[in-house]
C-alpha cells in the first residue's frame, strides 16, 4: 500500500508539471484562440449557405438548398461573394478524387464485413432462444459465433469503415491531395487478412478468451501493421496541408491515430497479466476502444458532415474544444465500471464511477453542437437521408452517452449488470450512435469518391427506415427484458430460472429486429455494389449544388 | 488549435495518465498485498486442459465467475459462494471473470454441484436435468456407441432422454472440462479486502 501511495504521489507531481508546461506552451502559441473564422475551415470562401448533398437526386437538391435558403438564420461567414468558391471547388474535386483507391479498399472490405458481422449477429441472437439450433459442430456454438459476431462487427465493419471515412476527410480537412494514399491499401489488405485469421482463430477455438481481445496476438500483428500503413497517409498530408487553422474533426482523427495503437498493442502483449490484474487490463481495454478510438472517428464524422450537408457552421466553435479535451480526459478512465462489484478495488472502480458521470459534459457539449446546428435547419431532413442518419446518429450518441452515465451508478448497476440490458446498450453506441453516423458518411462519400451518383434513392430510404425500425425493434425489447432479467436475479426469492424464462420474449423479438436491421444492411451492401460496378449514372460536373440566385 | 503535435502530446499524455491510474496503479496495489490462498490449488493437468477448452468454447459469454457482495446482490443467498478476493484468481489466465449471467455464475460450481455424472449428463443434454435452460448442447464433446469399451465414461441420462438403442460415451475433452468445473469451488476462508479503518493490511 504504501509503495502505491509512494508512487500515486510521484506520478501526480510529474504528470501535473507536464500538464502545465503544456498548457503553458498552449497558450503561450496561441493554441486555443479560435477565431470566428475558424469554424468555417471547411467551407471555401463564400460557400457557407450552400447545402452539399451528394447522395440525394439533383431536383431533391435544389429543394434542399431552397428551404435552406428559407430559413431565415444568416450563418457567420454567409453572403460572401460566391464566385470566389469556384476555384477553391475546382482543387477539392481533384482532391476527392485522390483519396479513390484507399477510401474505397476500405469501404468495401467494411461493407464485406458488415454483411457477415449481421448474419453472425442474428445467428446468435436466434441461438438464445433457440437453443438446439446448429449444436452439432463446435465451430457454430454461442460461445463462437458471439464473439466471431463481436469481432467482425467492430474490427471488420467499424473500424475499416471508420478509417475509410477518415481517410477521406484527411484531403476536405487539410485542403490538400492525399499523399501517399496506396500505403493506406496496402494497410487495408493486411487489416482484412488480420480480421479473416482472427475470425477463424475464434471459429476454430483459438481465442485468447478475453472480451474485445480475443484474436490471437500473431493475428494482432496484422491489424497493428494495418493500422500503420493506413495512417501514413493522414501524416504525409497533414504535413503538406494548406490551412492554418486545424478543424476539430482532425483533433478527433489525430487522437484516434495515438490512441488505437497505444490501447492495441498495451492490451494485446502476451503474458502481460494474469487473474484480476488482467480483468482490468480487458476492461480498460474494452472500453477505451469504444471511447477512444470508435467515439472520435464517428464524432471527426458527424462534425464534419452536419455543417458541410446544411451549409453551416458549427453552433459553437469554442464548445468543440471542451467537448474535445473533456471526452479524452473523461472517456479514459470509465473501463473499470464493467468490474463493479467484481474483486477489484473499489476506490478504482468508484474512480472510473466518477469518469463515466463527468462524461455528461462532453456528450452535452457535443450535443448542444450538433443538434443546434441542425435544429436551425431541421426542414433539410425531409431531403437529405445522408443527414437524417448521421443526425439520428448524433442523437443516439447523447442517448448512448447519457444511459451509459446512469448505469455506471452503483444502484442501477446492481440490475442492469450482468443482463442483456447491457447488450441493448452496447449496440446503442456501437450501432445507433457509430453505425448510423457511418452509414449517412459513406452516402455522401461514395458519389465523391468514384464520381457516380447512388442509381436508386428509395433504396436509400428502405435502408434507412429497416435499419431504423429494426433497432427500435431491438433495443427497447432487449432493454426491457434485460431490466426484468436483472430484477429478476436480485430477488433471493426467486429461483434463477425466473431471470432465464422472463427474457424468452424479448429475446425473440430482438432476433426479429436483427434480422430488420440485416435486411437493411443487404439492401445497403447491393446497392453499393452497383454504385462501383459501374451499373449507375456518372455525376454532374459540378461538385457542390450552386446558390439559385446570387446574394443580393 | 494549429499544432498536430500538441493535439498528439496531449492526447497520449492522457490515455497514459488514466493508465496509470485505472490499470497501473490497482495492479501495483493489488501485487504488493498478493497472497495466495492457503485452500487454494494450482488446477491439475485434466482440468487445465478442461479450462482451455472452457475458453475455446466461449462458456465466458454466459457465465461469470465472480460472486458479488451481499451488499450489492444476493448472489450468496443462491448458493453461489462468498464474495471473492483477487487471491482466488492467481492462477487463472486468461481471467474469466465474465459480465453476463445469461447463466448463473461457476466460480464455486464444483462445490455446488459435485457430481461427475450430472456435469456429464448437462453437457450432453442441458434441458433434461435444468428444464427451461437456454444453454446450448454439446453433442461434439460425446460419442455414440452401440457398445462402449471397457473403462469409458457411459453418460447417464434420464428416462426418455436417452438414445434409443446403444450408449452415450464421454470424450476426454467431456472428462477435462467436467475435472475443470469440479475444480472451481473457492469455498475456502479467506480474509477479506482491507476495509477503510478496518484490520486489513
Known amino acids: ?552 | 488549435m494549429t499544432r498536430a503535435l500538441g493535439i498528439l502530446a496531449g492526447a497520449a499524455m492522457i490515455l497514459l495518465f488514466a493508465t496509470l491510474m485505472i490499470v497501473v496503479m490497482p495492479t501495483i496495489q493489488l501485487q504488493s498485498s498478493a497472497r495466495i490462498p492457503e485452500g487454494l490449488e494450482p488446477y491439475s493437468d485434466s482440468a487445465a486442459r478442461g479450462r482451455a477448452l472452457y475458453v475455446s468454447l466461449g462458456c465466458m459469454y454466459c457465465h461469470s465467475q465472480q460472486p458479488r457482495d451481499p451488499g450489492l446482490a444476493p448472489d450468496g443467498l443462491r448458493g453461489w459462494g462468498r464474495p471473492s478476493v483477487p487471491g482466488d484468481y492467481r492462477y487463472d489466465s486468461p481471467h474469466l471473470l465474465g459480465t453476463m449471467r445469461t447463466g448463473p455464475d461457476l466460480l464455486n460450481i464444483g462445490a455446488r454441484q459435485p457430481s461427475v455424472d450430472w456435469h456429464l449428463a448437462h453437457l450432453y443434454d442441458p434441458r433434461a436435468l435444468s428444464p427451461g435452460s437456454t444453454m446450448p448442447s454439446y453433442p461434439f464433446l460425446f460419442r455414440r456407441t452401440e457398445k462402449p469399451a471397457d473403462g469409458s465414461v457411459v453418460v447417464e441420462l434420464p428416462p426418455g432422454r436417452a438414445p434409443a438403442s446403444g450408449a452415450v460415451v464421454a470424450t476426454q475433452d467431456a472428462l477435462d472440462l467436467v475435472q475443470y468445473l469440479l475444480e472451481l469451488d473457492r469455498t475456502y476462508p479467506v480474509e477479506t479486502l482491507p476495509q477503510a479503518g478496518g484490520t486489513g493490511s
Open chain 1, 1 to 552: 500500500m504504501t509503495t502505491a501511495i509512494a508512487f500515486l504521489l510521484a506520478a501526480t507531481f510529474v504528470i501535473s508539471v507536464g500538464g502545465l508546461a503544456l498548457l503553458v506552451w498552449a497558450l503561450a502559441n496561441d493554441q486555443f484562440t479560435l477565431g470566428p473564422g475558424a469554424a468555417s475551415t471547411i467551407f471555401a470562401d463564400g460557400e457557407v449557405g450552400r447545402i452539399e448533398d451528394p447522395a440525394t437526386p439533383a431536383a431533391d437538391r435544389e429543394q434542399m438548398q431552397r428551404e435552406r435558403e428559407d430559413d431565415a438564420v444568416v450563418e457567420p461567414g454567409e453572403d460572401e461573394d460566391a464566385r470566389r468558391a469556384e476555384q477553391e471547388l475546382v482543387s477539392r474535386r481533384e482532391a476527392d478524387a485522390s483519396t479513390r483507391v484507399p477510401v474505397l479498399w476500405w469501404l468495401v472490405s467494411s461493407l464485406f464485413w458488415l454483411a457477415v458481422a449481421s448474419v453472425l449477429g442474428v445467428v446468435a441472437s436466434v441461438k438464445l432462444h433457440v437453443p438446439e439450433w446448429l449444436v452439432s459442430e463446435a465451430a457454430l456454438t454461442f460461445g463462437r459465433i458471439r464473439p466471431a459476431h463481436l469481432n467482425t462487427a467492430s474490427y471488420g465493419w467499424a473500424s475499416m469503415a471508420g478509417v475509410a471515412v477518415g481517410i477521406w476527410l484527411v484531403p476536405r480537412l487539410f485542403k490538400a491531395r492525399l499523399v501517399g494514399g496506396h500505403w493506406a491499401t496496402l494497410g487495408a489488405a493486411v487489416w482484412n487478412l488480420g480480421v479473416f485469421a482472427g475470425v477463424a482463430a475464434i471459429l476454430t477455438g483459438r481465442s485468447d478468451g478475453l472480451e474485445w481481445l480475443e484474436f490471437p496476438w500473431q493475428v494482432d500483428v496484422l491489424l497493428v501493421a494495418g493500422g500503420g500503413l493506413a495512417a501514413v497517409p493522414l501524416i504525409l498530408t497533414l504535413l503538406r496541408r494548406r490551412v492554418q487553422h486545424l478543424y476539430v474533426s482532425a483533433w478527433y482523427l489525430i487522437s484516434a491515430l495515438v490512441w488505437f495503437p497505444m490501447l492495441f498493442l498495451t492490451a494485446n502483449l502476451p503474458n502481460l497479466f494474469s487473474g484480476v490484474e488482467q480483468s482490468m487490463l480487458n476492461w480498460w481495454y474494452a472500453h477505451n476502444v469504444l471511447g477512444l478510438w470508435m467515439t472520435p472517428l464517428g464524432l471527426a464524422a458527424a462534425y464534419y458532415m452536419i455543417p458541410k450537408i446544411v451549409g453551416a457552421p458549427i453552433y459553437s466553435y469554442g464548445l468543440s474544444l471542451i467537448g474535445f479535451w473533456a471526452l479524452a480526459l473523461f472517456y479514459s478512465q470509465v473501463g473499470l465500471h464493467h468490474l463493479i462489484g467484481g474483486p477489484v478495488p473499489t476506490w478504482a472502480v468508484t474512480l472510473s464511477i466518477v469518469h463515466s458521470v463527468m462524461m455528461v459534459i462532453p456528450v452535452l457539449a457535443v450535443a448542444v453542437n450538433h443538434h443546434m446546428t441542425v435544429a436551425r435547419h431541421w426542414r433539410l431532413l425531409i431531403y437529405s437521408p445522408t443527414l437524417r442518419f448521421v443526425t439520428v446518429g448524433a442523437m443516439l450518441y447523447t442517448a448512448a452517452s447519457v444511459q451509459g452515465s446512469l448505469e455506471s451508478l452503483r444502484v442501477v448497476n446492481a440490475v442492469t449488470h450482468f443482463t442483456h440490458y447491457t447488450v441493448a446498450h452496447a449496440h446503442l453506441g456501437a450501432y445507433g450512435f457509430f453505425s448510423f453516423v457511418l452509414f449517412g458518411s459513406i452516402y455522401f462519400i461514395v458519389p465523391r469518391a468514384t464520381g457516380r451518383e447512388w442509381p436508386f434513392p428509395r433504396a436509400i430510404s428502405a435502408h434507412f427506415w429497416l435499419v431504423f425500425l429494426g433497432f427500435v425493434v431491438y433495443f427497447w425489447p432487449l432493454t426491457i427484458g434485460g431490466w426484468l432479467q436483472g430484477l429478476a436475479m436480485l430477488d433471493p426469492d426467486r429461483p434463477f430460472m425466473e431471470s432465464v424464462e422472463v427474457t424468452k420474449p424479448y429475446l425473440v423479438a430482438r432476433s426479429v429486429g436483427g434480422t430488420l436491421m440485416t435486411l437493411g444492411h443487404l439492401v445497403f451492401v447491393v446497392h453499393a455494389a452497383l454504385v462501383l460496378g459501374g451499373r449507375s449514372a456518372r455525376s454532374a460536373g459540378a461538385t457542390l449544388f450552386r446558390r439559385l440566385e446570387e446574394p443580393a
